[in-house]
């Protein structure tokens, strides 16, 4: 049962645990992100170092075609150790051939005197994604492949439990963590979780790692809330894993998610620990870098002292931490729709149906007439749209707006629906080819009247199951599939990557 929760929790069945506790990801999903590095990666070296497909198959001793395939993220040479080895030598000789050492080592995020051909096969192959369109494409395909699936069902069995005011070392951590969390789940309340020590103590020991997502998850299931600071690397993988690990979590609602950046120069010398659960018990541990099984972990039941460090907390979120997600669950349903007929600025749209919102309204109470039964669901449905229709209406009258649909492939109108995910709605309405036509005439004839709004087509599909409203102070991200939610990311890092990216998708449209 607890394999199953961790496989579910965090998609650990393809993961691999190496002798030192380095989790080696081996499923499909990751190798093909890598293959999508390498690809981004390759074609800028190439482009700087004037190497077109045909003079490095001929270095390499490849087929021109094998070389595209690469560029493209198609295939990598991750499995080829030759071609791995001597892909980078190739393109260190050739910096070095034509002065631009330089220039590699800055693509390579080293110094120049630091660069060789290990440096830029690091780079090429195992580097975390340090460029925006990067960061922002793996993030949104974390979601578009994210499955919440059914929580597994389990009883939760009460784990061995060490009380003790003060614990040490990782195996100290763990037994503390483990009371605090089995605590929450069973109690209620909110937790408040920060840490900026290395994660080891969680993830080296596979039985112990399954046991914390258990009972992170019994505390989900409980309606525990959870406020967490993710302390991050700017230029790290870190931030893509803060989404990644904790997606099928952010689904229910409970999780309030901020991100602190650290620079990338500056060596953590000392760490800080502390996990709060409001009114109840605190964890905290405060120690120098490199204390090993001397660190020491209070544990704080003292409620005049859980009060103080409470607020100590809410001081550090305000003043250091941004708010990097906010999940709408269906529950949230009006909340959401509130707050995007309310948003306003320049925005793109990256679609994978037609827009609910330049339907025409007479069209929309036709088809759900025809289909809805329930007068009362009709009635509610149309106010929704209508809301969401006038605040798209009131923002294209002052800014530049894009819409971007994304068709591949021909589909059968007779297999078309409505796409009522942007008010969270389940809602199933099937287009004839008639009313099809109508949505899609309307839309190119508001683009037509409207000089601020675009409406393009793209025959490729990036993301099959969410789609995208990119705006530069937040990003919304929506599920088409059911559950439905919509993250908004607020995080200006992360909102300049994606908006920078569907701008370059944009621009690639004539």
Known sequence: VVTSLTDWLYDTGDIAYHPSGKIIPKSKKIRRIKRQNFGERLDRAMVLLDLSNSQLALLLSVDPS?????????YSPHDNKQLYDKLSNILYERAEKNGNLSELAGLCRVRTEDLDADAVSYWLYEASAEDSTTLAKVILRSLDNLDPGNVPAFKLEAPSITVSPYYCGTEGLRQAVVRFLYDAANTGGELMLYSDEPMEWMTSDREFFALW????LECVKNRVRIKIIHNVNRGSDEMI???????????????????LMRPVSSPATLFH??????????IR???PSGAGDERRYEYITDKGYLESLEQEFGMFLSSSASPFLKTYTAAMQDKYISSRSHAKGEAIYLLTELPLFTMPHDLLEEMLVREISDKKVIEKTLDRCREIGNGFMRNIKTSNVSLILCQGEETDTAERYVDFSPVLSDL????????YDAHLNATIELAKNIKNLTFKTLSTVPFSDIEIIAMKEAVSVIRTNRPHAAFVFG?????NSVYDYLQILSDSVS
């Open 66 to 74: 094998l070389v595209s395939r690469y560029r493209s993220g198609i």
């Open 213 to 216: 997502a258990t009972l992170m």
């Open 241 to 259: 894993d803060a989404v990644k690990g904790w997606l099928p979590l952010y689904v229910s609602g409970m999780i309030e998610p901020y991100i």
């Open 273 to 282: 620990t502390m996990f709060l659960h409001t009114g109840n018990a605190c």
């Open 285 to 287: 541990g405060f120690f």
């Open 428 to 435: 199933s309405v099937r287009y004839t080819a008639t009313e």
């Open 491 to 495: 995080h200006p890092e992360l909102t």
